[in-house]
């Protein structure tokens, strides 16, 4: 049986007519566009074998350079088991450097387009930009950026960069979030590496100095003091090398990562910074600049980058050669010829904890001053119970040191026996439910008003006053109703909404 369409059927047709001699050769030529020769030869065969000419002779054989399917199967295997989330590119170099097969890219995307195992493109853009082209020397213009993502491990970090607009060579490093801290450390280790560059271009967040921090920031200061120009971008796209590396980190560093089994950010930092930037990036990624005269100049030596790319902070000093920071008193200890009191003095914090004191370019030794604390009221509270009770010891008298203390004879005696079984913090004052204060609100209105909060728990304090007011003639004043909410542990929707939930389970 033979299956044919309808071009082969159409080519049958004619063929056949031809060989009745009722079409000639050229007109069988322009209906089916083709040759002279070719519908000749159709012709030849069309008399020898009938209508199977129309039929391919390759039809039904396996075609000699078909992959076998052994290596379909087991690339599809290794697609969906081990290189999941890689792309066809980097799946087919990593086919050919870790498994030893090589597949072209097309028929990598064929197969895995069979089991539903492709990275999607993302959506283009609708707006149209102009092409900004690259900078004709490297140095002249570096962008940063930080970008937090899940690189390693199932906790979530961050990737802060910095990329050089003319070449692309790029440093980076991994932190847990995006701080000052870690936006200083990266610059000064590519200053350190490579040399102070001219401009800095990056976004307007509040790190480098956006309008969240008033237009200053510790990014700000540093570049500032290094003569380092900062840019800002109106938009994502404006600074879209670095906007665009982080793509390729992306598709490129977390596959890698999760083969070699690296979950610590230290690991990463070194895989990175060792083995992912230098035998990767820069050898696929970075370019040369169109000028080889570098725009980096090296750092003077009057210049510590420690001393820059760290956090500064000022405070004032006292009158006692003291100054405050973190909560804390400290004193200068640093033997001085004159008085520095009223100056400023210069705080830097490094990217520990620790900090050092400076003043005029000069560091200064400083101590913790320990202040005594002031006595809570509770304190005071069993303090004074306890001079009673001495004092009615001391005179011998309770009724005399009841008159001199200011309380009942009844009260020194209650405190005696609970300070003599319990200790001194039995003679805090605790707090009473079973009591009921003169101001405290009526237990009916509380019934009534914590049905109705149970009902609706999604209403504020003042909402539920006037609700009550209203509805039930029930004059309870917003504070009110946020103090029965305290004593009742349900001060906020979500507890007012679980104590409904379990209300309701128990009914």
Not at 50 to 59: A, C, E, L, W, Y
Request: aromatic share 8%; net charge positive; with cysteine.
């Amino acid at each position: 049986m033979i299956i044919m369409d309808s071009k082969a059927q159409l080519t049958v047709d004619i063929i056949s007519k031809v060989a009745q001699g009722k079409i000639s050769i050229i007109n069988a030529a322009k209906l089916l566009n083709k040759s002279r020769r070719t519908i000749e030869r159709y012709l030849q065969r069309y008399q020898q074998i009938g209508i199977q000419f129309v039929v391919h002779r390759n039809t039904g054989r396996t075609p000699s350079n078909k992959t076998p399917d052994d290596m379909k199967r087991q690339v599809q295997s290794l697609i969906k088991e081990k290189y999941y989330d890689v792309n066809l590119q980097h799946l087919a170099e990593l086919l050919e450097k870790n498994e030893n097969i090589q597949i072209k890219r097309e028929t990598l995307r064929a197969w895995a387009h069979d089991i539903h195992h492709v990275k999607r493109a993302k959506r283009r853009r609708s707006q149209v930009r102009k092409r900004r082209e690259r900078m004709e020397s490297a140095g002249l213009l570096l962008q940063m950026d930080g970008s937090p993502h899940r690189w390693f491990g199932n906790e979530k970090s961050c990737l802060i960069a910095i990329i050089d607009d003319a070449t692309s060579e790029v440093h980076a490093e991994f932190f847990k979030s995006e701080t000052t801290e870690g936006c200083l450390k990266v610059m000064r280790d590519h200053i350190a590496n490579k040399g102070l560059f001219k401009t800095l271009y990056v976004d307007r967040a509040g790190i480098f100095g956006g309008p969240k921090r008033c237009n200053f920031s510790q990014m700000q200061r540093a570049c500032e003091e290094l003569g380092i120009e900062i840019i800002f971008a109106n938009s994502p796209q404006g600074k879209g090398r670095i906007e665009r590396s982080f793509d390729t980190f992306q598709d490129r560093l977390i596959p890698e990562l999760r083969l070699r089994s690296i979950s610590d950010m230290r690991s990463a930092n070194h895989y990175l910074q060792s083995i992912f930037i230098p035998e990767y990036w820069q050898q696929t990624i970075a370019v040369n600049a169109r000028n080889t005269t570098s725009e980096f100049t090296p750092v003077p030596a009057h210049i510590n980058l420690d001393d820059i790319c760290v956090h500064k902070e000022y405070r004032k000093i006292r009158n006692d050669h003291t100054f405050s920071y973190g909560n804390r008193f400290y004193l200068i200890d640093s033997p001085l010829k004159y008085s520095i009191a009223k100056q400023k003095i210069e705080i830097r914090k490094q990217f520990s904890d620790n900090f050092i004191a400076c003043f005029a370019g000069r560091q200064l030794a400083v101590s913790e001053v320990i202040e005594p604390t002031k006595p809570s009221m509770y304190d005071m509270e069993i303090q004074k119970k306890i001079d009673a009770i001495e004092l009615a010891e001391k005179l011998g008298n309770v009724s005399e040191a009841a008159r001199i203390s200011g309380c009942s004879r009844e009260t020194i005696y209650k405190n005696r026996k609970l300070l003599k079984e319990k200790g001194p913090l039995a003679l805090k004052r605790a707090f009473r439910p079973d009591i009921h204060h003169k101001n405290r609100t009526a237990e009916t209105i509380e019934k009534v008003l914590i049905a109705f909060s149970l009902e609706n728990p999604h209403l504020g304090q003042v909402q539920v006053s006037t609700q009550l007011r209203t509805a039930h003639q029930i004059e309870i004043s917003p504070a009110g109703v946020r103090n029965v909410w305290l004593r009742e542990k349900m001060n906020t929707s979500a507890l007012r909404v679980q104590r409904a939930w379990s209300s309701l389970a128990v009914a």
